[in-house]
């Protein structure tokens, strides 16, 4: 059962977007997706409150304040959101639990310093060998001279780029209604699935 952890001790940098989406992509492809929330804010969780029921169906993982615990028998895929300043117990059962861990980032030069500190711990981590990490540009620009910045700085990490996903309403109208790019016709988000392709073959890699 593959845990797929979406993280980044920097607020607002797009991992509800990202988990909620990551979520959707495994229950199109026909799994039993669970997706649990740590984040005080508990925007996944009230995004799944929204989903309407013909809608593929993703589980909530219902989680304490104190405690992280395995997903129930019958789940074959888990996404955890994170929430910022991960950090002490949380930050280690999280990093215990994850298979893949996805870094979201936007081209901007606090997200680049916080997120090579908190790159810098998941590398000191005793789990952080058996640990996939990939990297997710956030709310990209091609055309800006932020996103060439954060292009040579990711290139500077020796971690794989899982995609740069523009800057886009598709994602907030959809959020809005509890779904996500993989529920809807695909000729709608065409240019935002295509930027998905790589992130989605490296969600398939065992």
Same mark, same amino acid.
């Given at each position: 059962?593959?845990?797929? =952890?979406?993280?980044?001790?920097?607020?607002?940098?797009?991992?509800?977007?990202?988990?909620?989406?990551?979520? $959707?992509?495994?229950?199109?492809?026909?799994?039993?997706?669970?997706?649990?929330?740590?984040?005080?804010?508990?925007?996944?969780?009230?995004?799944? $409150?929204?989903?309407?029921?013909?809608?593929?169906?993703?589980?909530?993982?219902?989680?304490?304040?104190?405690?992280?615990?395995?997903?129930?028998?019958?789940?074959?895929? =888990? =996404?955890?959101?994170?929430?910022?300043?991960?950090? $002490?117990?949380?930050?280690?059962? =999280?990093?215990?639990?994850?298979?893949?861990?996805?870094?979201?980032?936007?081209?901007?030069?606090?997200?680049?310093?916080?997120?090579?500190?908190?790159?810098?711990?998941?590398?000191?981590?005793?789990?952080?060998?058996?640990?996939?990490?990939?990297?997710?540009?956030?709310?990209?620009?091609?055309?800006?001279?932020?996103?060439?910045?954060?292009?040579?700085?990711?290139?500077?990490?020796?971690?794989?780029?899982?995609?740069?996903?523009?800057?886009?309403?598709?994602?907030?109208?959809?959020?809005?209604?509890?779904?996500?790019?993989?529920?809807?016709?695909?000729?709608?988000?065409?240019?935002?699935?295509?930027?998905?392709?790589?992130?989605?073959?490296?969600?398939?890699?065992?």
């Amino acid at each position: 059962m593959p845990v797929v =952890v979406v993280a980044n001790p920097k607020g607002g940098v797009g991992k509800s977007t990202l988990a909620t989406n990551i979520a $959707g992509y495994f229950a199109s492809q026909g799994h039993a997706v669970m997706l649990g929330d740590a984040d005080r804010q508990q925007s996944s969780r009230l995004w799944l $409150g929204l989903r309407p029921e013909a809608a593929r169906p993703i589980s909530t993982w219902e989680m304490t304040s104190d405690m992280i615990v395995r997903p129930p028998k019958g789940t074959t895929h =888990v =996404v955890l959101d994170t929430p910022g300043g991960l950090h $002490g117990w949380r930050f280690n059962d =999280v990093m215990k639990m994850a298979d893949k861990l996805v870094v979201p980032l936007q081209p901007s030069v606090f997200d680049i310093f916080a997120t090579r500190d908190f790159l810098d711990k998941v590398a000191e981590h005793r789990h952080a060998g058996k640990l996939a990490v990939g990297l997710v540009g956030m709310r990209v620009d091609a055309r800006t001279l932020a996103a060439d910045k954060l292009r040579a700085y990711i290139a500077s990490l020796n971690l794989p780029v899982l995609g740069e996903l523009r800057n886009t309403q598709n994602y907030v109208h959809l959020a809005a209604r509890g779904l996500t790019l993989f529920d809807v016709a695909p000729q709608r988000v065409e240019k935002d699935l295509e930027q998905w392709q790589e992130l989605c073959r490296w969600l398939d890699t065992p």
